[in-house]
């Protein structure tokens, strides 16, 4: 089946969605990491500093097995917890919002302080029909439900294409989402842009049920012919 159909001969320009900017919620995990013109001084300000090798490559394999990085957990209250400045509150923003917050704190203690802000659990799982399903930790903060795919080595020959559901959590509310990769409707769908902790699920088509049918159907005549052999040569 091919994806983004359109008319024959056809050649279209479509606005796609607009691109989804994920903020800091209660129970996420985040790494802050400082620096200035005083190095000893920032080393007392980094006491989880990790950081994945600029060098290393971003591929299904990898980007699944990221290490686990040490990072600060955001309280019920929306804060985190830093040495000598306390706490401080960064629930409902971005990235780049905290690292500000937390930069104009730090300026009391430090030179020319600068602040580098990652959300450390930002993660996607991609089920069923496709090559390697997995739940994919994404460094960015930012994937399509095409980059996703792509992951997860795409949809296998026997996948729905035209049926993808997508599994949401916003608001303590789980919505079911059915999405048309066959339809270039899809590039303009708030749906394009993965949310933390969104999962993909793609149901197999009528092949892949027929071709398990079928073997739950043969299985047991060819368990009864090889017991009847086995009784056979048993005799002999």
């Not at 409707?185 to 027929?210: C, M, Q, T, W």
């Amino acid at each position: 089946m091919i994806y983004f159909q359109s008319p024959p001969l056809a050649t279209d320009t479509l606005k796609t969605a607009t691109r989804f900017v994920p903020v800091i919620q209660p129970g996420d995990i985040i790494s802050v990491r400082v620096s200035s013109l005083s190095p000893e001084a920032t080393t007392f300000f980094n006491p989880m500093a990790t950081s994945l090798p600029a060098d290393r490559l971003l591929t299904p394999s990898t980007i699944s097995s990221l290490p686990e990085l040490s990072g600060y957990l955001v309280d019920p209250a929306g804060s985190i917890e830093l040495p000598l400045i306390g706490k401080i509150s960064i629930s409902g923003l971005t990235t780049a919002q905290a690292a500000d917050r937390i930069r104009g704190q730090l300026k009391e203690y430090l030179k020319e302080p600068t602040v580098n802000v990652r959300n450390q659990n930002f993660r996607v799982s991609v089920m069923g029909e496709v090559a390697h399903p997995s739940l994919f930790t994404i460094p960015n903060e930012r994937i399509t439900l095409l980059e996703a795919l792509s992951l997860a080595g795409d949809i296998t020959i026997y996948g729905r294409r035209d049926n993808v559901l997508l599994i949401r959590e916003e608001n303590g509310q789980q919505s079911f989402i059915r999405l048309d990769l066959t339809s270039r409707d899809l590039f303009h769908s708030p749906y394009y842009y993965l949310h933390p902790n969104d999962v993909l699920y793609i149901e197999p088509g009528k092949a892949r049920v027929a071709n398990a049918d079928r073997t739950y159907q043969l299985l047991p005549i060819a368990l009864s012919a090889l017991s009847f052999l086995a009784i056979i040569f048993s005799r002999f």
